[in-house]
């Protein structure tokens, strides 16, 4: 496939992402319904992950964490196409559908110290929910990322005493992290 078919693909994606006011999710659906078959979906989608546009950002990171629950994606092909571009979300409805997405962290992955990293640093969003997703998102990466249990212990710790019933909620259904030798 040629970058120039990808391009294409991407210039269609975004046209019909840019369409998106943040809240029709429908609009979002209707642009993968209609793109999904055309060469370099995919990479396209990734490549607008973190457009200068915030809501290209959100909409294009929500038809990722879509796909991934759809089963369209796999979390291994994410992990590797999202990691390099994490610092450049701007748009917190990115970050949050991101850290959802990590939810179905199944295994150890390259990325799973960057992707930690990148949960750690929104324990203490301004945003409860994507407080909220950052705690559960370090905590179940630190299920296979050793490294991160003692961060993980912490902020869910922390997070089941935040002012935010969401936040509260979403810790106590945070897995509770094993720490070495036993102790959670």
């Known amino acids: 496939m040629s970058d120039q078919t990808t391009a294409h693909t991407k210039a269609r994606l975004r046209a019909a992402i840019s369409e998106f006011d943040g809240k029709a999710m429908s609009l979002l659906c209707e642009a ?6 055309a060469p370099g979906f995919w990479d396209a ?16 990171t929500w038809l990722v964490q879509q796909s991934l629950k759809c089963g369209d994606l796999i979390l291994a092909d994410i992990a590797t ?8 979300l701007t ?9 959802q997405a990590l939810d179905a962290y199944d295994r150890p992955l390259p990325e799973g110290p960057k992707l930690a990293r990148f949960a750690q640093s929104y324990i ?7 407080r909220a997703w950052a705690v559960n998102a370090l905590c179940v990466l630190a299920i296979h990322h050793p490294e ?27 897995p509770v992290v094993e720490m ?4 959670s």
């Open 91 to 99: 748009h917190w409805g990115a970050v949050l559908h991101i850290l």
């Open 45 to 60: 989608l990734y490549d607008l992950v973190d457009d200068d546009e915030p809501l290209i950002q959100a909409g294009s």
């Open 32 to 37: 993968k319904v209609q793109l999904r078959d």
């Open 81 to 88: 196409a999202i990691s390099p571009r994490l610092g450049r």
């Open 124 to 130: 203490t969003h301004a945003r409860p929910f994507v």
């Open 148 to 174: 991160f249990r003692a961060a993980a212990e912490t902020a869910r710790n922390d997070a089941l005493n935040d002012t935010a019933a969401s936040v509260r909620a979403r810790a106590r259904k945070a």
């Open 180 to 183: 070495a030798g036993g102790a």
